[in-house]
T-cell receptor, first 114, second 114 residues
Framework: QKEVEQDPGPLSVPEGAIVSLNCTYSNSAFQYFMWYRQYSRKGPELLMYTYSSGNKEDGRFTAQVDKSSKYISLFIRDSQPSDSATYLCAMSDHGSGNTGKLIFGQGTTLQVKP | EAGVTQSPTHLIKTRGQQATLRCSPISGHTSVYWYQQALGLGLQFLLWYDEGEERNRGNFPPRFSGRQFPNYSSELNVNALELEDSALYLC?????????????FGEGSRLTVL
């Protein structure tokens, strides 16, 4: 069993839809949770960062962490064609400052159609 | 401000050869991370360097090695190349070794082993 599971998709939605992206994990020691966005032929860029449980909102993006269920989500409101990318969840038990290691999900490919 | 730069963009090698990939971190960043992104497998942690020292390595064989230079740039060496080493190799940097997950990635070096 992988430490982090993420449905690779692809996920196709119409412009303006609400998108829900999810990851499950098995290591209860994880405390730091991140979402990275990767456009085609580009490196990943950090989108959202959350420590421990709870919600975090940044513009059209909301990240949720439910440690009791070992489940994290990223919601995108009013999705735009420019949101079309691969979304990677990542997590660790020490950020990356203690081991340098983040555990990434496989990534979900999202396409937002005009 | 220049981001993380990697070279070469593409590299084609044959089995048994050696490959060298290079990375320049963002100015002021001392930590450099290497990840492998193979098709369908997500990002796998390879190596972490900080202040010229190897701080941690992932579950990869010893033929994957690297180093960090005094100017904080880094190179990744892969010896005795195998077909399954074909992947996108991503370098990332962070301000220092205490960061909690905000990694800045380059665009990667795509290695193809024939």
């Amino acid at each position: 069993q992988k430490e982090v599971e993420q449905d690779p998709g692809p996920l196709s939605v119409p412009e303006g839809a609400i998108v829900s992206l999810n990851c499950t994990y098995s290591n209860s020691a994880f405390q730091y949770f991140m979402w990275y966005r990767q456009y085609s032929r580009k490196g990943p860029e950090l989108l959202m960062y959350t420590y421990s449980s709870g919600n975090k909102e940044d513009g059209r993006f909301t990240a949720q962490v439910d440690k009791s269920s070992k489940y994290i989500s990223l919601f995108i409101r009013d999705s735009q064609p420019s949101d079309s990318a691969t979304y990677l969840c990542a997590m660790s038990d020490h950020g990356s400052g203690n081991t340098g290691k983040l555990i990434f999900g496989q990534g979900t490919t999202l396409q937002v159609k005009p | 401000e220049a981001g993380v730069t990697q070279s070469p963009t593409h590299l084609i090698k044959t089995r048994g050869q050696q490959a060298t990939l290079r990375c320049s971190p963002i100015s002021g960043h001392t930590s450099v991370y290497w990840y492998q992104q193979a098709l369908g497998l997500g990002l796998q942690f390879l190596l972490w360097y900080d202040e010229g020292e190897e701080r941690n390595r992932g579950n990869f064989p010893p033929r994957f090695s690297g180093r960090q230079f005094p100017n904080y740039s880094s190179e990744l060496n892969v010896n005795a190349l195998e077909l399954e080493d074909s992947a996108l190799y991503l370098c990332a940097s962070s301000f220092d070794m205490t960061n909690t997950g905000e990694l800045f990635f380059g665009e990667g070096s795509r290695l193809t082993v024939l």
